[in-house]
């Protein structure tokens, strides 16, 4: 059985979804400069790839993934979810007003 519970103050939820918000949030790198000159364009970037690829084989794939893109889900209950819409940036626990 699949159990819902509020991720702001872990009340249970209705299994219906009749009474709570899903709230979903995507954190992503922004793009960086795009415009390059000819000689960058030209240039063997071989020995850059190959340096890159070898710092990436030395680090753990979470670690790299959350440096690019990371997705997050949230079951709130209609109380977390109006702290939320106030301040969507602040920490949802139990103690918060």
């Known amino acids: 059985m699949i159990r819902y519970r509020c991720d702001g103050c872990r009340r249970d939820l209705r299994r219906d979804g009749s009474d709570h918000y899903i709230v979903r949030i995507e954190a992503f790198a922004a793009a ?5 000159s000819r000689e ?17 084989e030395k680090k753990c794939p979470d670690e790299v993934e959350d440096q690019v893109y990371r997705s997050f889900r949230f079951d709130l209950c209609p109380q977390c979810h109006r702290r939320f819409l106030a301040a969507p940036i602040a920490p949802l626990s139990a103690e918060a007003p």
């Open 32 to 36: 960086g400069r795009l415009e390059f």
């Open 40 to 56: 960058e364009a030209q240039r063997d970037h071989a020995k850059e790839i190959e340096r890159l690829i070898a710092e990436l």
